[in-house]
């Protein structure tokens, strides 16, 4: 199988490096096209790319092609990539907001899986929500699958509804965490602790809290009420959250980034 990526930016980057150690290249090197001299610079330096500035020397050939630009340059680069693709091909996006049909319509192509990555697929802890348009066979999107799931875990969802929905869960998610992360270094910080103090102590206690949901079957409710005693630290901690209605904000920003990413899909243009 021949795999191609196009755009070498952070997500592109990121899924090339999990990908290119899959058994399905069968040893050969994933293809990775871009534009920018200095990025092509960097790419170069891993042994297992075949890195193309053109897309005439790489499109053509390649079985199975991800694309992993910004949204907003997705039709200028359709553009150029039309009469270069062929109905066997399998596209799958990397694109936030760019629906299917956008890109069966742009490229003239039936097969597309689109997907919502997230950021920690840069340390192999992603996860990838995907699915397909019809003429995606089940052998194709296995395939897929297992390229995205060289990241992390990967979950089929069956429209592209959920595609959008999980933009606003595990997409921005990180963000939130590291939003939340971030208050919590500043109250460190402001009760006296070192930099690397705080950092130690926030870091150590998200991965920790994280590990105790994982490895066990308790719902987070219930890991608060093993936290908390009645009339004690934590609960005032928690008491403070619910009075200032931290909860229902933070669901109103998650539903605000699936808002955004169905505005997005209504016009990637």
Known sequence: MKLLVIGGGNMGLTYSEGMSTSPLLNKRKLMIQDLSEDTLSRLRENPDFEVYNNLDDCLPQADIVFIAVKPYHCVD??????????????????????????????????????????????VGKGVTSFTESHDVSRVELLMVRNLLDT?????????????????????????????FMNSMLEAARKMGFSEN????????????????????????????????????????????????????LIKEAAYAAFDRAVELGKDPE
């Not at 959008?164 to 990180?174: A, M, N």
């Not at 950092?199 to 936290?227: C, H």
């Open 77 to 122: 680069l359709f553009d150029k990539m039309k009469d270069m693709v062929n109905d066997q091909q399998v596209f799958v996006s990397l694109m936030a907001g760019v629906t299917i049909d956008f890109i069966k319509e742009h490229l003239g192509v039936s097969k597309v899986v689109r997907t919502m990555p997230n950021l920690p697929a840069k």
């Open 151 to 179: 990241t992390g875990a990967s979950i089929h969802v069956e429209t592209e509804k959920f595609i959008d929905k999980s933009t606003g869960i595990s997409g921005s998610g990180p963000a939130y965490v590291f939003y």
């Open 197 to 248: 103090d705080s950092r130690v102590l926030v870091s150590s206690t998200f991965e920790g809290a994280v590990t105790l949901f994982n490895e066990g079957d308790i719902s987070p409710q219930k890991w608060m009420d093993r936290v908390a005693s009645k009339g004690g630290t934590t609960q005032a901690a928690l008491d403070s959250m619910e009075d200032n209605n931290v909860k229902e």
